[in-house]
């Protein structure tokens, strides 16, 4: 089954348009990530209505481009002006722009680039060899383990409030709220509806996922004057030394891979938390540590190698269970959703095609992100220059357009305004957008699936904890609900013992 999957997935890929779509966003989405303030989640975001003409499989090749592209661009205003260009790329200014300091941001980028294109390739590589094992334990779920991973995903909101564990409970049943207006999947009953033909479909994800991610950002940068970023005189380096220096260091580089793998798996996590875990056992494992934040090369290496490694490992979850570890996944998961692509068992079963697809794009992505870096790389500060009066325009424009196109509803471009406007003010009193997110898309699934389950087990709860699988879920579901406490707990129990 998996050698005829990667043959179907290769005719695909390599079929025009397909390859054009791939190509495309892996060029579109280096500019989102070189832009401080966009990022992958914006551009997804932005760009995902207009996917709506194209084929199912050529529009997530394409989503998938993007988000592969604005990791390895995120690291370019990260090592120029110390500025990461999405949360990915913050260890990168570590190491990234102490080299430019010293006249090698030619070396850095040029390592950047190396080092995502080895990343990539390498959790390519480690999945498709994974892939048995994987596909066995994902084809052990069924519709009792489906709604146990969507409370399990709304758990996750106690990992991603990293501020407030309150303020994000609040943000994840806000999105669970609005997620129930409409007619209801389990009944034919109309919820908050108001009377109003306009809201018999709920609320679109689309338009929600705009409002948070593109519109709350402009009205942000809003507040900005001139350029995002300004990049004086010109870039000095060597590139040829630099590629030398990464291969000698092959290790580092498939340790930073290996790494982003593993924490791609785990829902909640995502690239800005295993570029920190892998630049943290760089520094552990390396025989001079005090180097690191001074230009090491070996901090941008395993930092870089482990930010596009970290998207493989997140499709997983993504594609098996519709669990989004991160913003961007979730914007991917709503394309899945949106061109009829329902994540599940089958993308590992009879639909694994489509997911080794998604695979050998992130391997193709690898080689153009490697090429593109070393050949453009004199022109990459022109990307971090552009006047916000320019770019605000053109997301607003994009955005609201997009949202109204997905079903021309214009109730979805109200919730678009209205959303943004409330995604604004929770980025400026640090409510957790992608708490809101989980809820509002986990919401459903877990209803959905609830409702299936009890009809299997004529009305019994028993269903979900008589399997060994079922009742790992519900541990872990309490383990991470528990686990921001458990600090507390120790403090409390060393102080009065």
């Not at 050529?58 to 990461?84: C, E, K, R």
């Not at 066995?136 to 399990?152: H, K, M, N, V």
């Not at 394309?335 to 050998?360: C, K, Q, W």
Request: some cysteine; charged content about 10%; glycine content about 12%.
């Amino acid at each position: 089954m998996v050698v005829g999957a990667i043959g179907e997935a290769l005719a695909i890929i390599f079929s025009w348009p397909t390859m054009g779509w791939v190509l495309l966003g892996i060029f579109l989405g280096l500019i989102f990530g070189a832009i401080p303030g966009l990022g992958a989640t914006l551009g997804l975001a932005v760009l995902l209505p207009l996917t709506l003409p194209l084929d199912g499989i050529d529009a997530i090749l394409f989503l998938i481009g993007i988000y592969n592209g604005a990791l390895y661009g995120g690291s370019i205003p990260a090592i120029l002006i110390n500025v990461p260009g999405t949360p990915s790329a913050a260890a990168t200014t570590f190491d990234g722009y102490p080299m430019s300091k010293k006249g090698e941001a030619i070396n850095a980028l040029t390592i950047s680039a190396t080092s995502s294109a080895v990343g990539g390739i390498i959790s390519v590589i480690a999945l498709v060899a994974l892939s048995p094992i994987l596909i066995e334990i994902i084809l052990a779920f069924g519709t009792p383990e489906y709604f146990l991973l969507a409370i399990l995903g709304l758990a996750m909101i106690a990992l991603v409030s990293q501020t407030s564990l309150t303020k994000g409970i609040i943000s994840g049943f806000f999105g669970l709220l609005l997620s129930t207006i409409g007619i209801a999947s389990i009944a034919p009953r109309q919820r908050y509806t108001f009377d109003s033909l306009l809201l018999y479909e709920g609320l679109n994800y689309v338009a929600a996922l705009l409002a948070m991610f593109a519109i709350a950002e402009m009205f942000r940068l809003a507040g900005q004057r001139g350029s995002i970023a300004e990049v004086s005189g010109g870039l000095s380096g060597e590139k040829l030394p630099a590629i030398l220096d990464s291969v000698k260091n092959y290790s580092v580089l498939i340790k930073g891979a290996l790494i982003g793998v593993i924490i791609g798996m785990i829902p909640g996590s995502g690239g800005s938390v295993s570029n920190f875990i892998a630049y943290g056992e760089g520094i552990r494992s390396a025989d001079d540590p005090e180097s690191y934040g001074q230009g090491n090369s070996k901090g941008v290496m395993i930092a870089e190698s482990c930010n596009n490694a970290t998207i493989g490992g997140a499709l997983v979850p993504t594609f098996a269970f519709g669990i989004p570890g991160s913003g961007t996944t979730a914007v991917l998961l709503g394309g899945l959703v949106m061109h009829g692509i329902r994540p599940g068992p089958s993308l590992f079963d009879e639909n694994l095609y489509i997911t080794f697809s998604a695979f050998i794009a992130l391997f193709i992505g690898a080689l153009l992100i490697f090429l593109i870096g070393v050949f453009l790389i004199t022109r990459a500060s022109y990307i971090t220059t552009i006047d916000t009066n320019i770019l605000i325009p053109i997301v607003l424009v994009l955005s609201v357009v997009g949202g109204f196109a997905v079903r021309s509803n214009w109730i979805d471009v109200a919730t678009l305004l209205a959303l943004g406007v409330i995604g604004y003010y929770m980025k400026k009193h640090n409510y957790s957008v992608i708490a809101f997110v989980l809820g509002f898309i986990l919401g459903p699934i877990a209803e959905e699936n609830l409702f299936r389950s009890l009809q299997l087990s004529d009305g019994s709860y028993s269903i979900f904890v008589t399997e060994p699988l079922s009742l790992l879920l519900v541990l872990l579901t309490i383990f991470i609900l528990i686990g921001p406490y458990f600090g507390d707990i120790r403090r409390f129990i060393g102080k009065n013992i």
